[in-house]
């Protein structure tokens, strides 16, 4: 009787050796891919959060001068909680009817931050807009989403609030 074909202990011990070593470095391999997609997961969540608390937003009424408009005043603020914002790098496009945008940064000089919870007047001269006339007013704050502001002036619009 012949037991060459037959496994040994030996054998058996190392092939077990192996099988053990490979799961390890698997294990090993997958915790390390859990953490990072666990890191980038948090990434990605504080960077979302920094996005949606800093918008910029629209505090009040739109003001104009007299008919045709050719300067608008209104308010902007910061939400309660959200990130300070830099007043110089933020970007005003107006647009009237379907016209091209006019691209407008930097009004009246402004480089301070504007806090949470504060508010700032804005000047913006703008293209003459007539009564009956659609403007578009979109405020692009340098992170976080822009506010689009969209009004028709009133047909016998003479200056003052804009509804």
């Not at 937003?57 to 603020?77: A, H, R, S, W």
């Not at 691209?103 to 003459?128: D, H, W």
């Amino acid at each position: 009787m012949k037991k060459d074909a037959a496994f040994s202990g030996l054998e058996a011990a190392i092939v077990l050796i192996a099988f053990v070593v490979v799961a390890a470095v698997f294990s090993y391999v997958m915790l390390g891919a859990g953490f990072f997609a666990t890191q980038k997961a948090q990434e990605v969540t504080y960077s979302g959060m920094k996005q949606t608390t800093s918008n910029l937003v629209l505090d009040g009424y739109i003001y104009g001068n007299t008919e045709p408009i050719t300067q608008l005043t209104f308010y902007v603020k910061v939400p309660e909680g959200g990130e300070p914002i830099a007043l110089g790098s933020v970007t005003y496009l107006y647009a009237v009817g379907n016209g091209a945008a006019n691209v407008m940064t930097n009004p009246k000089g402004a480089s301070a931050f504007l806090q949470p919870g504060e508010r700032t007047s804005i000047e913006l001269t703008v293209t003459p807009t007539a009564a009956g006339d659609k403007f578009t007013l979109e405020i692009k704050p340098p992170i976080g989403s822009p506010s689009l502001i969209v009004r028709t002036l009133s047909s016998g619009y003479a200056g003052g609030v804009i509804y």
